[in-house]
Nanobody, 115 residues
């Protein structure tokens, strides 16, 4: 059983940077992957960055601009977002998946990028 707390969202101008943080509390069988998803109004939720299985992967639209880091020891996952674009505007959700395929979602944090 996990609970996720997200922070770092806000409003920035295009080209600026922002860092999202996610902290998990509680107990779990084990962590398989940790990542960030986002959802804009009228759109489906999409994966933007995830780390697991010894590797990180990113959505093509954010490659080179976003960097995901995790700490299994502290059960945290951060998303460094550089050179933000208006199309990055969305509610960002932290997600942690356990080794027994249990998913836990954070409540979401708003990121708004203005041109």
């Amino acid at each position: 059983q996990l609970q996720l707390t997200e922070s770092g969202g806000g409003s920035v101008l295009a080209g600026e940077s922002l860092t999202l943080s996610c902290a998990a509390s509680g107990t779990a069988f084990g962590i398989n992957s940790m990542g960030w998803f986002r959802q804009s109004p009228g759109k489906t939720r999409e994966m933007v960055a995830m780390v697991g299985g010894g590797a990180a992967r990113y959505a093509n639209s954010v490659k080179g601009r976003l960097t995901i880091t995790r700490s299994l020891e502290t059960m945290t996952v951060d998303l460094q977002m550089n050179n933000l674009k208006p199309e990055d505007t969305a509610v960002y959700y932290c997600k942690i998946s356990t080794l027994i395929d249990e998913d836990t979602w954070g409540p979401g944090t708003q990121v708004t990028v203005s041109s």
